[in-house]
């Protein structure tokens, strides 16, 4: 008899039991983030839209500096103990042991509690510095300090989260995503509209607050075991949770650094205009491709965690590979046919140089699809030196890329070295975790590469000048993506997304009838 993925609940704790395919998962959890993630950038756009109205340039950038300045704090505090605290909930879920989860969960609360005060203190200490850092004068001392504040709101309701989606919860964690938006919008609006720049920290503040009690009310519903833990022992328990954080933390900063390094670079051997080209393509190239790999890692990460054996991990990977790569091949296919169009409706015609190099850069997402279930093995099984150089060394290679290539091509080098940076990275992630879990690509996934390898190959090839005109090109191109989009729909509808799909409508219906 096949085996299928189940789960069963322990007090009040649902465990999941492994074995059979998880598409049927993968693709619920991408649909339900995926979701989730839609709403807020429509919330996003709005929000953007009126604080732009009623602040203006200057009040928007003293808002984007603000949440600069206290984003790095919380980084930097937080250490990466959110995406740690994950892996150690999810292991414990994993082994069913009610004692070891409780304890993870107490570990998970105390820790984050003193980092985030600990973050808090020290903006607030170092207000004065800061201000003078960052504005070059001490005239927002005041609301920086009150700001501090939100630092440790912030890492109570990181932790919060952690649990959450430790548990796989991802209904909540959703739920937990469109309340923030939705009370991110309604409150900080109303509070700006009457009290204009004055208003600004005071929303900061509201929003940072009622994030906590979001979190806070679908956490309270997880039931934990009672356990008494010392602060003693809260501290040795804290070490693996730290060490793990660090890694993260790690990753973080490197890549902001080679980020800091692009800019650089251009700034100096192109100009401030070509930061801005490369800024509008990034911006572009991660905007499919983010959202659907955070639609996917919030369930992916805890469950793969959960496994017990290379093989259902290596079988998992697969499986999630699979649908990554139908998800994100046909809005890699449509960015790289429609480029000039999208920069036309995003930016101005001013940005039209900034094509080329959006199209190297979404030339090497579909190996960053292909490489990013491969690179969460190893956080997911503790490796985190292993997790640590993989990082480091793909950053160095990354940065070392950019430096030859803006060097000898100019600006389209910066797109260049993109591409070159996620072909090393897929490459090496493979080598690394071929050795750690034997892992090896299915039959299905090697077919299903070389197909959507060479469609995206085809279609960044009709740019080539000579070719075919704009036009002919821009046809060709949607033809494809058509085409490809079709194959993916029909594969993923016979992977689990028929049960999905008549699920949904048989809601649908059920509240259609219930209106009349």
Same mark, same amino acid.
């Given at each position: 008899m096949a085996l299928t993925e189940t789960a069963e609940k322990q007090d009040g704790i649902v465990l999941p039991v492994q074995g059979g395919s998880s598409y049927k998962q993968i693709l619920k959890s991408s649909a339900v983030i995926g979701g989730s993630s839609i709403v807020n950038i429509l919330l996003g756009i709005v929000r953007t839209k009126a604080m732009a109205m009623l602040l203006g340039p200057a009040g928007i950038g003293l808002m984007g500096t603000y949440n600069a300045v206290t984003d790095m704090v919380r980084a930097v505090a937080g250490m990466g103990v959110g995406d740690s605290g994950v892996r150690q909930i999810a292991e414990g879920v994993g082994t069913g042991n009610q004692l070891r989860i409780a304890r993870s969960v107490v570990t998970l609360r105390r820790v984050v509690f003193v980092l985030g005060v600990a973050g808090a203190l020290v903006l607030f200490v170092f207000s004065g510095p800061v201000c003078r850092m960052t504005f070059g004068n001490t005239e927002h001392v005041v609301p920086m300090a009150v700001l501090s504040i939100t630092i440790l709101f912030a890492a109570v309701t990181g932790g919060q989260a952690a649990l959450i989606q430790g548990m796989r919860q991802i209904g909540n964690l959703a739920r937990i995503s469109v309340i923030g938006g939705v009370v991110g919008t309604v409150f900080s609006i109303p509070i700006v509209y009457f009290l204009g720049e004055r208003g600004i920290v005071p929303s900061l503040v509201c929003v940072s607050a009622m994030s906590i009690v979001t979190s806070w009310w679908y956490a309270r519903k997880i039931r934990v075991a009672s356990v008494a833990v010392k602060w003693a022992e809260t501290w040795s328990d804290a070490v693996p949770l730290l060490r793990l954080g660090f890694v993260f933390l790690a990753g973080g900063v490197m890549s902001s650094g080679v980020a800091y390094l692009a800019r650089a670079v251009l700034v100096r051997w192109v100009d401030l205009e070509g930061v801005g080209l490369y800024q509008a393509a990034s911006t572009l190239a991660g905007l499919y491709i983010d959202f659907i790999l955070q639609a996917m890692a919030r369930d992916f990460y805890p469950r793969l965690t959960a496994t017990r054996g290379n093989a259902e991990c290596n079988r998992m990977v697969n499986e999630q590979t699979e649908v990554g790569l139908l998800l994100a091949t046909p809005g890699i296919l449509a960015t790289l046919s429609f480029t000039p169009l999208l920069l036309g409706m995003f930016y101005t015609p001013k940005f039209a140089p900034a094509a080329d190099i959006l199209r190297w850069m979404v030339l090497g997402l579909l190996l960053r699809v292909a490489a990013w279930p491969m690179l969460i093995i190893l956080p997911a099984k503790g490796e985190s030196k292993l997790f640590f150089w993989a990082q480091f060394a793909a950053n160095a290679v990354y940065a070392a890329l950019i430096f030859i290539c803006v060097r000898y091509w100019g600006l389209v080098g910066i797109? @260049? !070295?993109?591409? %070159? +940076?996620?072909?090393?990275? #897929?490459? #090496?992630? +493979?080598? $690394?975790?071929?050795?750690?879990? %034997? +892992? #090896?690509?299915?039959?299905?996934?090697?077919?299903?590469? #070389?197909?959507? *390898?060479? /469609?995206?190959?085809?279609?960044? *090839?009709?740019? @080539?000048? %000579?070719?075919?005109?704009?036009?002919?090109?821009?046809?060709?191109? !949607?033809?494809?993506?058509? /085409? $490809?989009? $079709?194959?993916?729909? &029909?594969?993923?509808?016979?992977?689990?997304?028929?049960?999905? +799909?008549?699920?949904?409508?048989?809601?649908?219906?059920?509240?259609?009838? &219930?209106?009349?």
């Open positions: 797109g @260049v !070295a993109s591409a %070159g +940076f996620y072909l090393f990275y #897929a490459v #090496a992630t +493979f080598v $690394i975790v071929r050795r750690l879990s %034997g +892992f #090896a690509f299915s039959a299905a996934n090697l077919r299903l590469g #070389a197909q959507m *390898g060479a /469609a995206t190959l085809l279609v960044f *090839g009709l740019r @080539v000048r %000579g070719i075919l005109t704009q036009q002919q090109a821009l046809a060709t191109g !949607a033809l494809i993506t058509l /085409a $490809i989009g $079709i194959y993916s729909l &029909r594969r993923l509808y016979s992977l689990g997304g028929k049960e999905l +799909f008549d699920s949904f409508l048989s809601k649908m219906l059920n509240a259609f009838c &219930r209106a009349r």
